[in-house]
Every structure is written in C-alpha cells, then in structure tokens.
C-alpha cells in the first residue's frame, strides 16, 4: 500500500472515532437519572449537563450530586437535551455544566439556557471544564442565567484532562460552597 492510502484509512478512522463519540455525547444528553439521599430530604437539585466528546462534564455532574446525595438532597441529573431539563420548578437548585469549545459553552448549553424559563427563587451555578486558563465559558453561562434575573451564586471554570473530569474533590468542594 502506498502513503496516501494508509493515510486515508487512518483519516477515515479518526472520522469514524469522532461520529461514534458525538452520537454517544447525543444519547447521553438526552438521558436522566433520580438520585435520592437515605435519609431525609433537606432539598431539590437539578444538574444540567452536557456531557461533550469525553463525558468528562457528565463525570463531574454525577461527583457534584454525590455531594448533594450526602447532604440530604434529592437529585435529578439530566442531559441538556433531555425533557426533564427544561423544567426548573420544585427545585432549590440549579447548576448548569459544559465542557468548553472554542472557548465558550457548548451550543446545546446555550440554547438551553436561552430557552431557560426559571423558576422562582431557585439558586444557580455554573461550571465549566476547560483546558486552558484563557477559556472562561462558565462566566457565559453565568451571564445568560443573569440576563433571565437569576442570581448565580456559584461560577466555576475547572481545568481537565482529556480523558475526563479528574480530581472527584473539587467537585466535592464546589457543592461545598454552593450550600
């Protein structure tokens, strides 16, 4: 075989790699999942995510809702494009998650926070995962709760790997000084 069909195979394999890692990103930001503490509710959070190309941001919601979980709370985890993501009352908290692209949310974040129609008095956070210090799409999203007259009280942007969402403390920590 010459060079440039070894080459070819080789591009149409990444392609290929990359198709199958966008659809799994899809199916699992249509997806939720009900987490409830052992003992006694002390409160409602909603985790909105997308879970991007690693799932690194959906690795980080479920660290976050383990806290929550340990705390008393009741949690829904929800994929951004899932039904359930879209409806914010009966909560006490909101946070939204994206990894980063082009140094800002991805698009199904955003256009989720677009449609966003808040429920009163519910608390926000946002966070981000992005691989660079220049890369601050958590104050995006921030600013698009902001402009529905929401008060974000938590805006985080944490620093990744590829391969996923890392240190399970920081998460830990973020819901911490959320509550």
């Given at each position: 075989?010459?060079i ?13 790699i ?38 690194g941001?959906?690795?980080a ?26 409806n ?5 908290l909101?946070?939204?998650?994206s990894p ?6 991805t ?8 449609n ?54 920081k ?7 959320l509550?």
């Amino acid at each position: 075989m010459d060079i440039l069909m070894i080459l070819g195979v080789f591009i149409g394999l990444l392609i290929l790699i990359m198709i199958i890692s966008w659809l799994i990103g899809v199916i699992r930001s249509k997806s939720s999942h009900f987490i409830k503490p052992s003992g006694d509710i002390r409160g409602k959070a909603l985790i909105v995510y997308d879970p991007g190309f690693t799932g690194g941001t959906r690795t980080a919601a479920i660290y976050m809702a383990e806290e929550l979980k340990s705390n008393g709370y009741e949690v829904t985890l929800a994929g951004v494009r899932s039904a359930v993501a879209l409806n914010t009352s009966g909560y006490d908290l909101l946070i939204v998650g994206s990894p980063t692209y082009g140094a800002k949310p991805t698009g199904p974040v955003e256009t989720y926070l677009n449609n966003l129609k808040p429920a009163e008095n519910i608390i926000t956070a946002v966070y981000a995962l992005a691989g660079s210090e220049d890369q601050d799409s958590n104050t995006i999203m921030a600013q698009a709760l902001e402009d529905k007259n929401m008060k974000v009280k938590l805006s985080t942007k944490f620093g990744h790997t590829v391969w996923g969402a890392g240190d399970k403390n920081k998460y830990s920590q973020f819901i911490v000084r959320l509550l």
